[in-house]
């Protein structure tokens, strides 16, 4: 370990020192070394931080690491001191290696600390004076010239200053002076007077000079500036005014930050996407205003009278050579050259660009021109990139315009019946854009003289102003622009503000958005102005038969050119053309002025919001926009006993809603109203029309806004003002599908491992085995039904799936199974199964006893469905007792825009083992009480019957359904999820238990009609057994007279009494008897796909 270096120098200044120690040798063990310091003529705690011979010392070196720092701290004071010298030393090494660490060569280091910034140093303030010659023969102005001293103050430095003539003579122009300037401790300026005379001989500017010496000063260094030119200016020379100092170029978006943006060796170029400003020292934004805002007025330069001129050179080309400067000459109808900001359509990528500045005085008189520092225009800095590439040659690329067409009828507010023609051009640093309806010829006469503009009537290169007379239209409008409302793309410093930019420039750059780089022109012509003015032709005009309406085609050219700048001086364009035509039916009596009618107290309302709230009430929220003075009130004192209030349509039974004022805008000019209904009490359809009664009040149109405060608002009310709004709402419908699952389950699965999982022996619940998530593109579903294996029929029974329909819903509808409609009282609904219009696909994939009408693709792509008796590898599926399932492929659904809900909905069969199929001998199924059922018959029609929608006695094959939602991973993840499980448990657990009372009531049903048939006793009055949900006609029961039931009152079954039956329909060996409590409580608002 050993010392980088062994000389270093630093500046007190800097106050601190990292000396660099490095390690050589085997890196791979920590060693350590102590890093001390020794005094020399520098002193401890006076000019560094001591570091002592001790392990507080101790520099580490961990594994691998080849350099460190020993830093020692350094005093800076203010005291002038010659330099000093200080040691670091190292030693006492240590190493983890049985071998142990040594110090190399290099172990002492000299420091050598420097104090030259602390030197007194004494120069001029200033390198030029201005002073105007005195007015009258013996009048005598006097010119302070500030000599400063820099540095330590701390003692009594001494320096000579003298004059010495030049044009100017001592004695007649000024009086000569020379004598000792004594700087006491502290002191750090004195003031060194010069007397000039006035001298009525002369007629030309002159000067003389001031000189720091010649001898050394005492106790001080000379600065830079030992030598002060000083001009007087005389009252009656020719071009007497000049400024005093240069002006500066920068990029407009720095105005505000001058003299960072002009410090030496800032390296940021301005931007080719923004103007150019010439900064004068009369200007307040100059970096030394402070000090030039004195001789400014001292010498009569007013900042608004200075003259502006503009010089460029082309690029500096590959062999380093720079084009000489010209000035610029060509003004636009948008912009001029003698300004102080330079627009950027007069430079481009690596121009060389600089500002001419002259004073004027109060005669008129030009005076001497100075020219700013020289800035090349950058390259990275661009706002709207150009396509052409920073390293090679200039060229024109751009994208094409777009130009839309739109007819504003009569009921336009601000442009009625007229022709809305808007152009988007894509905006490119330092590019012009032009629309004229005539061609653009001679782009050089066409921008600088006015009288060449004048045929383009339809352009931007005129304004409304310049078209009195002649339209009303145009492409520039005359608002004012306020950048701070407009938003981004209108907020650069400076952009928009009038007192640097001139209105002419403000006008067209308000039409560009520099965040979008997009050119934005709106013009709104008639039909008149488009034919007699814009030079439009009708190519078609004629009355429509038996009708007031005519037809009208108008075809309109438009001529775009992208207009850029060429080095150094002229334009070129990129020239488009596109040709307008407008087509249209019209009434003729519509184009003829409207008449001025006096305001009505109309209004706009408008729907917001309509939800449900927590507690199942309904809340509509809406906003109002009055067409009148004032506002609308809740009630108002000058209306006694009349309230703003909502009127409900008649069949919803007399429900009340109470109606807030939320909020109103403070003013009385169409202000804007926010209110809230809520309804006084639950329904489950809200739909309806709805009457809105609000109060309006009214105010003189001369009556200002003002806060009322507690007290209700000054202004007369008037009768209720009606709205009409048609609302159509129920509470949100979810599939109920338990009631027709015959006590199964239906499960997806996302892996072939969990679909052949047998669940009468796995130990993973059902819920567990039911995948909740989204099926992402690529995946294979995996469907399947069973039966609760709870209820352990084992293989007497078999399920057998028969077809699979897939669906999603319009606009938010969720399909659901009520083929009864007393469940949600929306009439028959058949889920996937049943066309309907609210359908927006509905798809069949595998239908086992009809292949051929299956959809095997959707959008193309397959759904490669099959069950899973089709394929070999999931034979041990179909053949597990009470269980069969699909496979399909999800990527069609994927075809699909984002926002729609799948529905899988499944048909199924459950009979005995026996049940006929495609393997089974036809003389098997004769002992069956019914044939097979299915839904849907081979003509394709829909033919339920009773046996899907009740569970009824005596059925050996019975037809089921069950539906579930789908989620795919491009949506948002359903709400459902958290709830599935749930459901998923409580359900199978009803399941079950229905099941197994509906064996118990087949077996009373048997033994009832057994003791029927033997005892043919007179018939009594006894307790009838229905299924389980279904409705039932209740008669009054008569042993006299049978009576129709005439009211058609129903009752709904919910609980099964086999206690009613006698001894002997449940008193056998092993029969257990249990009472269950039955009831099913059905809820709304539940997610999709939620059993209960």
Not at 56 to 64: A, D, E
Not at 403 to 417: F, G, I, R, S
Not at 803 to 813: A, R, S
Not at 1022 to 1030: A, D, M, Q
């Amino acid at each position: 370990m050993q010392f980088a270096k062994d000389l270093l120098l630093v500046r007190e200044k800097e106050g601190v020192l990292h000396v660099p120690i490095i390690r050589s040798g085997d890196l791979s063990y920590e060693s350590s070394v102590r890093c001390y310091t020794q005094s020399h003529s520098a002193q401890v705690m006076e000019d560094f931080e001591e570091r002592k011979n001790t392990d507080q010392s101790r520099i580490t070196f961990l594994k691998g690491e080849k350099v460190k720092n020993c830093t020692v701290y350094i005093h800076d004071d203010s005291m002038f001191e010659p330099e000093e010298q200080f040691r670091v030393y190292l030693g006492h090494p240590r190493g983890n290696h049985w071998s142990g660490a040594r110090v190399g060569k290099n172990n002492m280091a000299t420091i050598t600390i420097s104090n030259d910034e602390d030197a007194p140093t004494i120069e001029f303030e200033e390198a030029a004076y201005q002073v105007r010659e005195p007015p009258g023969p013996d009048a005598i102005a006097i010119l302070n010239i500030k000599v400063i001293r820099r540095g330590d103050q701390n003692r009594t430095s001494k320096i000579r200053c003298s004059t010495r003539d030049g044009s100017a003579q001592s004695g007649v122009d000024y009086y000569p002076k020379s004598r000792v300037l004594k700087f006491s401790p502290g002191v750090d300026h004195i003031f060194f007077k010069v007397e000039i005379l006035s001298n009525e001989d002369r007629e030309w500017h002159e000067s003389f000079s001031l000189v720091l010496g010649p001898d050394d000063p005492v106790e001080a260094v000379l600065g830079d500036v030992t030598t002060a030119t000083v001009t007087i200016l005389d009252q009656e020379a020719a071009g007497s005014l000049i400024l005093p100092a240069p002006p500066i170029v920068v990029t407009l978006a720095d105005y505000d930050h001058v003299e960072e943006a002009s410090k030496e060796g800032v390296k940021k170029s301005p931007s080719p996407g923004y103007p150019l400003v010439c900064v004068t020292p009369c200007d307040p934004h100059f970096p030394r205003f402070a000090i030039m805002k004195e001789r400014c007025s001292d010498a009569g330069i007013n900042q608004t009278s200075v003259q502006f001129s503009w010089e460029v050179a082309a690029p500096t080309d590959g062999n380093g050579a720079r084009s000489p400067f010209e000035t610029i000459t060509d003004n636009t109808p948008f912009t001029s050259v003698n300004h102080m900001v330079l627009d950027s359509i007069y430079f481009s990528r690596r121009f060389h660009v600089r500002c001419v500045a002259k004073a004027v005085d109060k005669v008129g008189h030009v005076g001497t021109p100075l020219r700013s520092n020289i800035v090349t225009i950058g390259t990275d800095s661009a706002i709207c990139h150009t396509p052409v590439v920073a390293g090679t040659a200039r060229g024109f690329q751009a994208q094409s315009f777009i130009a839309t067409l739109k007819y504003l009828d009569v009921k336009h507010k601000e442009h009625p019946n007229r022709i809305h023609i808007s152009v988007q051009i894509p905006h490119q640093d330092g590019m012009l854009p032009l629309i004229s309806t005539m061609p653009l010829h001679n782009l050089h006469f066409l921008l600088s003289e006015s009288i060449y503009r004048h045929q383009h009537v339809c352009s931007n290169l005129v304004t409304t102003h310049d078209l009195r007379g002649i339209s009303e239209a145009g492409f520039l409008d005359d608002m004012v622009h306020d950048s701070a409302a407009l938003g981004p793309g209108y907020d650069r410093p400076f952009q928009f503000d009038p007192s640097v930019r001139e209105p002419k420039t403000i006008q067209l750059y308000k039409h560009l958005n520099l965040k979008s780089c997009v050119w934005t022109f709106d013009a709104y012509y008639d039909m008149t102005e488009l034919i007699d003015v814009c030079g439009g032709s009708v190519t078609a005009d004629f009355q429509v038969r038996d009708s007031a309406q005519s037809f009208l085609t108008v075809h309109v050219p438009l001529y775009v050119s992208y207009i850029y700048v060429t080095a150094p001086r002229g334009w070129a364009s990129l020239e488009h053309h596109t040709e307008m035509e407008f087509s249209f039916f019209y009434d003729t009596v519509l184009w003829r002025t409207g008449i001025q009618t006096d305001s009505v107290l109309s209004a706009r309302l408008q729907i917001i919001r309509i939800y449900i709230r927590e507690d199942g009430r309904l809340v509509i929220e809406f906003k109002t926009h009055a067409k009148f003075r004032g506002q609308f009130v809740m009630e108002h004192h000058t209306l006694p006993d009349v309230k703003s209030f909502i009127l409900t349509p008649d069949h919803l039974g007399g429900i009340e809603f109470d109606l807030q004022l939320l909020w109103s805008a403070q003013t009385f000019d169409s202000p804007y109203q926010l209110w809230r209904a809520t309804s006084s009490y639950n329904r489950k359809d809200y739909s309806g029309e709805y009457t809105i009664y609000l109060i309006p009040c009214t105010v003189q149109p001369t009556q200002p806004w003002a806060d009322p405060g507690e007290k209700p608002l000054a202004c007369t009310a008037h009768a209720p003002e009606r709205f009409l709004i048609p609302i159509a709402f129920q509470q949100t419908n979810r599939p109920v599908p338990v009631v027709y699952s015959l006590n199964t389950e239906f499960q997806l699965c996302n892996n072939e491992k969990v679909f052949l999982m047998d669940p009468n022996t796995s130990d993973m619940s059902l819920a567990e085995m039911d995948y909740k998530g989204a099926f992402s593109k690529g995946q294979i579903l995996y469907g399947r039904v069973l039966w609760n294996p709870e209820q352990n029929l084992n293989s007497a029974y078999k399920l057998q799936l028969e077809k699979v329909y897939l669906c999603t819903g319009k606009d938010g509808y969720v399909p659901f199974f009520d083929p009864t409609g007393t469940i949600y009282n929306e009439g028959p609904q058949y889920g996937c199964i049943q066309p309907n219009k609210h359908l927006k696909h509905m798809q069949i994939p595998a239908d086992r006893s009809q292949p051929e009408v299956t959809d095997k693709y959707f959008h193309d792509v397959p759904f490669e469905a099959h069950f899973a008796s089709e394929l070999p590898d999931f034979h041990v599926v179909s053949s597990m007792p009470g269980v069969d399932g699909f496979t399909l492929k999800v990527d069609a659904l994927y075809k699909v825009e984002a926002g729609h809900q799948w529905y899988l909905q499944v048909i199924y069969i459950i009979g005995p083992d026996t049940m006929s199929g495609p393997r089974v001998q036809r003389s098997l199924t004769a002992p069956m009480k019914r044939n097979r059922r299915d839904l849907v018959d081979p003509s394709g029609w829909l033919s339920l019957d009773d046996s899907l929608i009740y569970d009824n006695e005596g059925d050996q094959v019975k037809n089921g359904t069950n539906m579930k939602s789908l989620s795919l991973d491009m949506q948002e993840p359903m709400v459902a999820a958290s709830l599935s499980q749930t459901g998923a448990s409580i359900g199978s657990a009803l399941a079950a238990i229905m099941l197994l009372l509906l064996v118990f009531l087949v077996a009373c049903f048997i033994t009832r009609k057994c003791q029927k048939q033997r005892k043919k006793q007179p018939t009594e009055d006894f307790l009838e057994e229905y299924p389980l949900n279904t409705k039932v006609d209740v008669s009054k029961r008569n042993p006299d007279r049978v009576e129709k039931n005439v009211n058609r009152q129903y009752c709904t079954v919910r609980n099964v009494n086999i206690l009613s039956e006698t001894e002997g329909a449940y008193m056998f060996k092993g029969a257990k008897v249990k009472k269950l409590n039955l009831e099913v409580r059905v809820h709304n608002n539940l997610q999709d796909g939620t059993e209960v």
